[in-house]
């Protein structure tokens, strides 16, 4: 996020599609335990305590006419290592609730536009299966909620009573069939805090043999947790949920003052399914490869004209120019661009290119997505909505907050914990019924290149994330961050490498700019942060060729390299140290 802090969270769809990591096999761990009467004894104190709080509301004018209640009881590892030691090793458990509330109807309640947050109080609940202790921070939660609620109510009526009748005068909460679901499949074990130490230990030491690596980091992470929901319409539903990460960050700066970053990661929810440290060393020595490179790149131009994108960086480009556009709350409010509201059955990409996001998927390509969920943070069974279909707008992601000629939920209502749930993308996935061989697509590259009279074109490799504007107060652009960017000459010379430049445009235009797709689907795993906090996201994509594509110079600072050399400091030939 940018310096603005929460304003710029109201504005920004901010998606730096960071690194979702991994577990190693080494790794020690504990049993996995089943569900235990602690867990049952959470629900039922959620439920007597949810119904009774209704009962007594109820008595109360205004009443709220719906509450839910929704815990995550989880456990975390963070582990940081460089150089090989430990920076910090922390194990936290935490369970934290927040007690939704709407008063009014679902035609205008207290969350109504600006009020939005009114909807949720949070706070830490009692770790043991205490009855007594858990209910009595859910009813002061709860009354809180109702003082909040109460307020904002009050605020929204009179504020409607004065300003002008909005275009999309769509309900605040959508009608849904509640869902009953309880997890029964076992989560998988969590690892050893002391043997992932030793393994941040090693990895981190890989870089002592990177002289111009300058600064390098290791984290490992955990995270599993269950989740519990109830709520006044009936829904019950308990899912459990475990991530195993490792994320490898290394930085250098080049003579001139540019800061030059490389993350590479591993994701895991199956403690077998991890990388060796055979390949764990091959990702940083790629890592310092790429840094020396990109330090003797020179400085790339602004530059208008035929681009490739890797799928990969293809994935982490639609994320941002399209996907955050079709979350379902951007189509209403007098603040939002609203770019695709009125599009529906329009065309807005080629014909041969179809988009999906699907959180019900587990896999793409032999990749595992972060994006999978069963239920969303509202409680609806998470569904594949099928957004573009052969190049037609057909559909937008939503949670329970209506848009005019879309009344439901499809499942995307997403959250991280204290925040209220919007439509967010979850695994967004592009496919093309026109694919060529890449290697056909690169070929074609060059021939755009040539018709079009430019020197070269640009091939972006590997992008670290970006960001959009969808507020109509601010330009309605994008800005793509890319890290490994070759110009490919249309003479034959060799690719080269260059730096220093960001991905800009609209999305309207450079949509349309889309000219052939490559065969081979990549994947990213990542975290997207937006005004309902951050939440894990996929996207996957071929290779696309783009007819024109417009990047402009990236600024930067103008701090020196290090005049010192780094200290000396024996390794092995695995890179640890001796």
């Known amino acids: 996020m940018n310096s603005e802090n929460a304003?710029?969270?109201?504005?920004?769809?901010?998606?730096?599609?960071?690194?979702?990591?991994?577990?190693?096999?080494?790794?020690?761990?504990?049993?996995?335990?089943?569900?235990?009467?602690?867990?049952?004894?959470?629900?039922?104190?959620?439920?007597?305590?949810?119904?009774?709080?209704?009962?007594?509301?109820?008595?109360?004018?205004?009443?709220?006419?719906?509450?839910?209640?929704?815990?995550?009881?989880?456990?975390?590892?963070?582990?940081?290592?460089?150089?090989?030691?430990?920076?910090?090793?922390?194990?936290?458990?935490?369970?934290?609730?927040?007690?939704?509330?709407?008063?009014?109807?679902?035609?205008?309640?207290?969350?109504?536009?600006?009020?939005?947050?009114?909807?949720?109080?949070?706070?830490?609940?009692?770790?043991?299966?205490?009855?007594?202790?858990?209910?009595?921070?859910?009813?002061?939660?709860?009354?809180?909620?109702?003082?909040?609620?109460?307020?904002?109510?009050?605020?929204?009526?009179?504020?409607?009573?004065?300003?002008?009748?909005?275009?999309?005068?769509?309900?605040?909460?959508?009608?849904?069939?509640?869902?009953?679901?309880?997890?029964?499949?076992?989560?998988?074990?969590?690892?050893?805090?002391?043997?992932?130490?030793?393994?941040?230990?090693?990895?981190?030491?890989?870089?002592?043999?990177?002289?111009?690596?300058?600064?390098?980091?290791?984290?490992?992470?955990a995270v599993k947790s269950h989740s519990y929901l109830v709520s006044t319409e009936g829904t019950k539903i308990v899912t459990a949920d475990a991530t195993f990460r490792i994320m490898i960050q290394a930085e250098t700066r080049a003579d001139d003052g540019m800061q030059l970053m490389r993350v590479e990661t591993f994701q895991f929810s199956d403690p077998s399914k991890v990388p060796s440290e055979a390949e764990v060393a091959a990702s940083v020595k790629k890592m310092a490869g790429d840094l020396s490179a990109l330090r003797a790149a020179p400085l790339a131009e602004p530059y208008s004209g035929p681009a490739l994108l890797s799928g990969r960086a293809a994935a982490v480009f639609f994320h941002e120019v399209l996907g955050h556009r079709v979350e379902g709350q951007r189509q209403r409010g007098r603040e939002e661009g609203q770019t695709f509201t009125k599009k529906v059955n329009e065309k807005i990409l080629p014909e041969f290119l179809s988009v999906t996001d699907d959180p019900t998927l587990h896999t793409v390509a032999g990749t595992e997505l972060s994006g999978f969920y069963r239920y969303d943070d509202e409680g609806i069974p998470a569904a594949r909505v099928e957004v573009v279909k052969d190049g037609i707008l057909k559909n937008f992601l939503m949670g329970r907050l209506p848009v005019k000629d879309f009344s439901t939920s499809n499942g995307h209502g997403r959250a991280q914990a204290g925040l209220m749930p919007v439509g967010r993308q979850a695994n967004l996935i592009v496919t093309s019924s026109k694919t060529i061989p890449d290697a056909q697509l690169r070929a074609r590259f060059i021939d755009e290149i040539k018709k079009q009279g430019k020197p070269y074109g640009l091939y972006f490799e590997d992008i670290q994330g970006g960001f959009t504007l969808t507020t109509r107060a601010l330009p309605q652009a994008f800005q793509v961050l890319p890290v490994l960017v070759w110009r490919v000459y249309a003479d034959g010379r060799p690719d080269e490498l260059v730096r220093g430049v960001d991905i800009v445009g609209t999305p309207l235009t450079v949509l349309t700019q889309i000219a052939a797709t490559g065969d081979t689907t990549s994947v990213f795993n990542g975290i997207c942060g937006a005004e309902s906090g951050s939440v894990p996201v996929s996207a996957a994509a071929p290779a696309m060729l783009f007819s024109e594509m417009e990047v402009q110079k990236r600024k930067y600072g103008d701090a020196r390299p290090p005049i010192l050399p780094p200290p000396p400091g024996a390794t092995d030939d695995k890179g640890g140290a001796k």
């Open 7 to 221: 304003h710029s969270y109201r504005i920004i769809s901010w998606s730096i599609l960071l690194v979702l990591v991994a577990f190693a096999g080494s790794t020690a761990v504990h049993a996995q335990k089943p569900r235990t009467s602690t867990d049952d004894v959470l629900l039922a104190t959620m439920e007597k305590e949810l119904h009774r709080g209704q009962a007594e509301l109820a008595k109360l004018d205004p009443a709220p006419y719906f509450t839910s209640y929704n815990v995550t009881d989880g456990e975390s590892l963070v582990i940081l290592g460089a150089q090989g030691g430990i920076l910090t090793s922390t194990y936290a458990r935490r369970r934290v609730a927040d007690v939704s509330m709407r008063i009014g109807t679902p035609a205008l309640d207290n969350t109504h536009d600006q009020e939005r947050q009114s909807g949720i109080t949070s706070g830490q609940l009692p770790q043991r299966g205490d009855p007594d202790a858990i209910a009595r921070v859910l009813w002061r939660l709860t009354y809180e909620q109702y003082r909040k609620a109460r307020q904002a109510y009050t605020n929204v009526k009179t504020k409607t009573a004065v300003r002008a009748k909005d275009e999309d005068d769509s309900p605040d909460f959508s009608e849904e069939k509640p869902s009953t679901y309880i997890e029964t499949t076992p989560s998988p074990a969590f690892p050893e805090q002391k043997a992932w130490e030793e393994l941040a230990r090693r990895y981190s030491a890989y870089f002592r043999q990177y002289p111009q690596v300058e600064e390098s980091v290791v984290f490992l992470t």
